[in-house]
């Protein structure tokens, strides 16, 4: 297939940051040439872009497609009392059914806000049906199952043996990872240290040497959590995590809210990702993560929405003026600009998921990931004199989206969804929420 996208602005947010005012050539799923003027010779399909806006797609590093149907039902809450008086409920109700349509409803949400890859966390069951829903729907992604081994205030049906934690874990990495020539891969999701045994924890950094594959957890997200951390461990969370060999340029880190100087400092030496949640830290009254000290150190971040229910809604758009505004009051309005930002939610991403040569941004070779966005509208106008970015950054909306390419293949055009069937995944989300709540509300704690 020969997509052709004429006369657009393109950001590419390539090394040099050009931005170029003309087309781009796909073939197949990468990007053969972007240049001033394309000749359409043998072109399947035209896109008319002129006055419109192309940027890389955005890569959101921490999801929990899972959760999306639970959105609304956790609203109001600090991490740990979210965490066992309703999440853990809600997922340890979750079926394969409800599990599929979580996945597809929060795909097709990041999909029309402009997503075409995510770093997903799922629950401990049910796995394969939220890489079905990945699958079909065409999104890029890292995914991988919980691991929940230990623990209090868990239900009986979240909480596993080390061991079959481990096996199932490899049965669905032997089974996923790699699928459709790469565009699906899996990573090793042990929930937190509070949920997971040190034996667990020095099989998964074997396991994610053996297969070199990520390895995909919540750290330093809340000062409670610190706490039992240090109760239980002797050390604070990334210090520990180092102490048993897991901080390595393989492991992706979710918050890191609440770090210390030493904790700064193995971030990185050891090359670890960091996963800024602006949105949930916010919710979940968190706290603030230090990201622009992250920054100047050279750490590695990226931006992730979390779920649906602590965020309420998984848009890129949010989570960037959010990571940029959320800064200036405690740093000064020149910190977290819009290019800084836009960086974190694309190229920034790709380096998350270890695909930065492939994604991230627009550039002949790499995979076309693309997002075209339409700003002629009252709260993107004027534009004259007007950094593109900004304009990307601070004014556009998800709405703004009009059409969502991944791997080269259009997944949504002028706001139509190609690949999930929006009325029946809406309908079939309400149904599968009625259905949890009741088992949730039923199940008796261990």
């Not at 000062?223 to 048993?244: A, F, S, T």
């Not at 670890?272 to 949105?279: F, R």
């Not at 020149?334 to 290019?339: E, F, G, I, P």
């Not at 004259?384 to 900004?390: A, E, H």
């Amino acid at each position: 297939m020969r997509i052709l996208i004429k006369d657009a602005e393109i950001i590419t947010m390539n090394i040099q940051d050009e931005i170029v005012y003309g087309d781009l050539l796909i073939i197949d799923d990468k990007i053969a040439e972007i240049a001033p003027k394309i000749e359409e010779v043998n072109v399947d399909k035209v896109i008319d872009a002129k006055g419109k806006t192309v940027i890389p797609g955005f890569v959101h590093t921490h999801i929990h497609l899972c959760q999306t149907v639970f959105r609304g039902q956790a609203d109001d809450l600090e991490l740990m009392d979210w965490l066992a008086k309703k999440i853990w409920p809600l997922e340890a109700s979750h079926d394969e059914e409800s599990l599929y349509y979580s996945a597809m409803l929060g795909i097709g949400e990041l999909i029309q806000s402009g997503t075409t890859s995510i770093i997903d966390m799922e629950t401990v069951h049910h796995t394969d049906s939220a890489f079905k829903a990945i699958a079909e729907s065409g999104i890029r992604a890292i995914s991988g199952k919980v691991m929940m081994d230990i623990g209090e205030d868990v239900p009986k049906r979240l909480m596993e043996s080390t061991s079959s934690s481990i096996e199932e874990s490899v049965r669905l990495l032997e089974k996923w990872n790699n699928y459709d020539d790469g565009r699906i891969k899996y990573s090793f999701c042990p929930r937190f240290v509070i949920s997971c045994s040190e034996d667990l924890l020095i099989q998964v950094r074997d396991l994610s040497k053996q297969y070199d594959v990520k390895v995909h957890t919540h750290a330093s997200e809340n000062l409670g959590e610190i706490e039992i951390v240090e109760k239980e461990r002797g050390m604070r969370n990334i210090v520990y995590l180092d102490h048993i060999g897991l901080a390595n340029p393989r492991l992706i880190l979710a918050h890191c809210v609440w770090l210390n100087e030493e904790e700064k400092e193995i971030l990185k030496k050891r090359g670890v990702k960091v996963s800024h949640c602006p949105g949930s830290n916010l919710k979940l009254a968190s706290g603030v993560a230090e990201i622009p000290d992250l920054l100047n150190r050279d750490i590695s971040l990226s931006i992730g929405a979390d779920g649906a229910p602590c965020n309420n809604n998984l848009d890129m758009f949010h989570e960037m003026r959010l990571a940029a505004i959320i800064q200036k009051p405690l740093h000064g309005p020149t910190v977290m600009n819009a290019k800084q930002v836009l960086r974190m939610a694309t190229i920034g991403g790709a380096k998350a998921m270890g695909q930065e040569h492939e994604i991230g941004s627009l550039e002949a070779g790499k995979k076309a990931d693309i997002v075209i966005m339409n700003l002629n509208d009252f709260h993107v106008y004027p534009n004259v004199d007007v950094d593109p970015i900004s304009r990307v950054v601070y004014s556009a909306t998800r709405a703004d989206v009009e059409t969502t390419i991944i791997n080269g293949k259009i997944v949504m055009e002028n706001r139509i969804m190609k690949t999930i069937n929006k009325e029946f995944i809406l309908t079939e989300s309400n149904k599968s929420i009625k259905r949890l709540l009741k088992t949730a509300n039923s199940l008796i704690y261990s």
